[in-house]
């Protein structure tokens, strides 16, 4: 946090400053840079083969020491600040209450990062890649991964932890994203709202946020939300012209975003709709801020234009082809995305009152949110309607859902008042209406809020591993096929391929080949006898099998199965099988 800190205040402090400073806002933005500074420099050091433990510590050095050689002009800059600033009035009583509320729903992002990585996806393709670039120093396409083409930006960061830590490390740089974006959320809702507006906003989420796992989602939310702010940051400076490298830095935010999940793209005719109302010069404008936009990201969509002919491989395969994936993985990668279709979290759905708040009137950054999580929703809705695509808006659809909560109350509020038989005591204009009521109606979710996450935290609690027994007994409950996985990587050398245990592979040998889409896929083995799917997997050089406890009452009941396949292994259910010499052509 202090490097990434470091790097991104030496490029920061060299922009003009935005109209309406805030000190702990510039701070946070200064470390979501500095992590996009961080995550393309080792890209780079990949990119030519020289991303080594060395490396990633010289890096973190150096921004350690910048970060230091800053810091005392910092603290001078925030002390002119607070004094330059008119007197704040002092917090309520139901804002400390809020306040109180908003820590102890922190609560459970402080804790959940200790647990030892259990999440499918995580286990699945994350951190297997971020290992193997850690191990091997470089980038490369591994086609025994699910999705061996994508951009994985993000997962850098995974990589150099793995590099000078254990695997529980990539977690907390999960944590670094959603922490940031909450911090953000905060210091926004204060600046253009107020501080109830500011708590709720922060508080949804972190209750929506996941910072148990080493996913990239809520990387991806921290470079939207900070590319936002400095767009925002870009349309109040005065003239624009001189506010120009503000519109760069939300380029290149919107570029590291792009370059870690293919949903950023998504915001690119939003934000592009924004810009061009604003600003029409093509070179002194629209070009440097594109060249920002290219550097985070070219990488991936560059390799795989020109290897596959598809720079959105395995997504652009019906419009350029497909290579590793086949029209059945399509259809069946769509299908799984709509079974898990649902609505999102209940917490964000108050956004769509936030047209009827006196902040929607007074603020124009307000307004601009809105329309940003009008724009998120909508496409959502037409694509994919799975919450996880949803979660790059979500620390925006959070604060403006807390301005629509606020209407809500308001309007309860004003309702009290008249079953009270005081009309003429009812304010007819926003969310402050019925203050008193409305404030201990906005104290009381957030106080359920917190009791939840009191809750939460103790689970959290339960799941952190201080001991090699305590992690492995974990892991063995939460990761099916665990056991079995763990046994192969320490006991067998040859090529394995899994069945159905997608979500331990991260556990097993690296690499280990086997998957539903792709190369791998099961269907190419399975639907043959037993001996013609040995036969297929000898000759690929395939010398073990493991299989999850459903394959094993599948596949073990197959006529001569016994012939071709010898038992290695057995725990929890699944099993290891070797390939007799049986299977030899």
Same mark, same amino acid.
């Given at each position: 946090?202090?490097? /990434?800190?470091?790097?991104?205040?030496? $490029?920061?402090? @060299?922009? /003009?400053? =935005?109209?309406?400073?805030?000190?702990?806002?510039?701070?946070?933005?200064?470390?979501?840079?500095?992590?996009?500074?961080?995550? /393309?420099?080792?890209?780079? !050091?990949?990119?030519?083969?020289?991303f080594r433990r060395e490396a990633t510590?010289?890096?973190?050095?150096?921004?350690?020491?910048?970060?230091?050689?800053?810091? *005392?002009?910092? *603290?001078?800059?925030?002390?002119?600040?607070?004094?330059?600033?008119?007197?704040?009035?002092?917090?309520?009583?139901?804002? *400390?209450?809020?306040?109180?509320?908003?820590?102890? $729903?922190? !609560?459970?992002? !402080?804790?959940?990062?200790?647990?030892?990585?259990?999440?499918?996806?995580?286990?699945?393709y994350h951190l297997p890649y971020a290992r193997l670039v850690a191990q091997q120093g470089t980038l490369g396409i591994h086609d025994w991964l699910r999705y061996p083409w994508f951009p994985y930006n993000y997962n850098l960061l995974y990589a150099a932890a793995l590099q000078v830590g254990d695997d529980v490390l990539p977690h907390f740089l999960n944590a670094l994203a959603g922490a940031l974006s909450v911090l953000m959320i905060f210091r926004l809702g204060i600046l253009h709202a107020n501080r109830l507006t500011a708590c709720i906003g922060a508080a949804i989420w972190l209750g929506m946020g996941d910072y148990a796992n080493a996913l990239i989602d809520m990387g991806v939310a921290l470079f939207v939300l900070t590319a936002c702010v400095a767009l925002w940051w870009w349309r109040e400076s005065e003239p624009l012209r001189d506010g120009t490298r503000w519109l760069c830095l939300a380029a290149f935010c919107l570029g590291v975003a792009a370059g870690s999940k293919y949903q950023a793209l998504i915001f690119l005719p939003l934000v592009a709709l924004f810009v061009v109302r604003h600003e029409r010069r093509l070179l002194q404008a629209w070009a440097p801020a594109l060249l920002c936009f290219l550097i985070p990201c070219i990488y991936w969509y560059a390799r795989n234009a020109i290897m596959t002919g598809d720079p959105f491989n395995p997504i652009g395969a019906r419009v350029f082809g497909f290579t590793e994936w086949v029209p059945a993985d399509y259809v069946q990668q769509v299908a799984d &995305?709509?079974?898990?279709?649902?609505?999102?979290?209940?917490?964000?759905?108050?956004?769509?009152?936030?047209?009827?708040?006196?902040?929607?009137?007074?603020?124009?950054? $307000?307004?601009?949110?809105?329309?940003? /999580?009008?724009?998120?929703?909508? +496409?959502? &809705? +037409?694509?994919?309607?799975? =919450?996880?695509?949803?979660?790059?808006?979500?620390?925006?659809?959070?604060?403006?859902?807390?301005?629509?909560?606020?209407?809500?109350?308001?309007?309860?509020?004003?309702?009290? @008042?008249?079953?009270?038989?005081?009309?003429?005591? $009812?304010?007819?204009?926003?969310?402050?209406?019925?203050?008193?009521?409305?404030d201990w109606i906005v104290v009381l979710l957030l106080a359920v809020l917190a009791a939840v996450s009191v809750g939460q935290t103790a689970t959290k609690v339960s799941m952190i591993s201080l001991t090699p027994e305590a992690r492995e007994a974990f892991l063995r409950k939460h990761v099916p096929g665990y056991g079995v996985m763990d046994y192969v990587r320490r006991n067998v050398t040859g090529r394995v391929y899994q069945i159905a245990l997608n979500e331990a592979i991260y556990y097993g040998p690296n690499p280990i080949w086997g998957d539903t889409l792709g190369r791998w896929r099961y269907r190419d083995y399975l639907l043959m006898s037993a001996g013609d799917t040995a036969r297929k997997l000898a000759a690929e050089g395939f010398t073990t099998v +493991?299989?999850?406890?459903?394959?094993?009452k599948v596949l073990s009941v197959r006529p001569d199965f016994d012939q071709y396949y010898g038992l290695l292994h057995e725990q929890d259910g699944s099993r290891a099988y070797r390939l007799l010499p049986t299977t030899a052509p």
């Open positions: 946090m202090i490097a /990434c800190w470091g790097a991104g205040r030496a $490029v920061l402090a @060299r922009l /003009c400053p =935005p109209s309406r400073r805030d000190a702990w806002l510039e701070a946070a933005m200064s470390a979501a840079l500095g992590v996009g500074l961080y995550i /393309c420099a080792f890209q780079a !050091l990949a990119i030519f083969g020289l510590l010289g890096l973190v050095g150096a921004g350690v020491v910048a970060a230091a050689w800053q810091w *005392r002009g910092w *603290r001078a800059e925030v002390r002119a600040l607070r004094a330059a600033a008119p007197a704040t009035t002092p917090w309520t009583r139901f804002e *400390r209450i809020a306040a109180i509320a908003l820590a102890l $729903v922190a !609560l459970p992002a !402080l804790v959940a990062p200790l647990a030892p990585p259990a999440a499918f996806d995580e286990l699945m &995305v709509r079974d898990h279709a649902e609505m999102p979290n209940a917490l964000i759905w108050s956004v769509f009152l936030a047209p009827f708040s006196v902040w929607w009137k007074r603020s124009a950054a $307000v307004r601009a949110a809105g329309w940003f /999580c009008l724009y998120s929703v909508a +496409v959502w &809705v +037409v694509t994919s309607r799975y =919450p996880r695509y949803l979660m790059a808006s979500f620390p925006l659809l959070a604060m403006t859902a807390a301005v629509g909560w606020q209407v809500l109350f308001g309007w309860i509020a004003a309702g009290v @008042r008249r079953l009270r038989a005081a009309p003429a005591a $009812v304010a007819a204009d926003g969310p402050r209406s019925g203050a008193g009521v409305g +493991v299989m999850s406890p459903e394959m094993v």
